[in-house]
């Protein structure tokens, strides 16, 4: 089942991608993941500034680059703002669970 997911997620990197070789697929997918440059750099078995030159100088790489980090910041703002609303359901529903036990009215 995890192998599957990760066949899945390779997969739609290619659809994203398919114009960039596998490599810089990999490093754009461990990088959607949380990994640094250098670390991305270092799992492909790579020089720690690959990820720069590439992006300095393929720009099909570094629109790409650009597309995975703005989407790891919607997801982030995302799992914020469902934290957010999670808290203040249970705020609420606390409130109203103590309006019940004793009325004001």
């Not at 990999?26 to 030159?53: D, M, P, V, W």
């Not at 992006?55 to 799992?79: G, H, T, Y």
């Not at 469902?82 to 808290?87: C, F, I, K, R």
Request: net charge positive; hydrophobic share 35%.
């Amino acid at each position: 089942m995890i192998i599957q997911a990760l066949h899945k997620r390779k997969d739609s990197f290619q659809i994203l991608f398919p114009e960039l070789s596998a490599e810089k697929q990999n490093a754009l997918h461990f990088i959607s993941e949380g990994k640094s440059y250098r670390e991305a750099a270092l799992i492909i078995k790579r020089n720690h500034t690959i990820i720069t030159q590439w992006s300095k100088n393929d720009p099909k790489f570094k629109q790409a680059l650009e597309e995975v980090k703005m989407e790891k910041q919607k997801s982030i703002r995302l799992k914020e703002m469902l934290s957010q609303a999670v808290h203040e359901m249970k705020t609420s529903t606390s409130e109203n669970v103590e309006e019940i036990k004793d009325p004001i009215t």
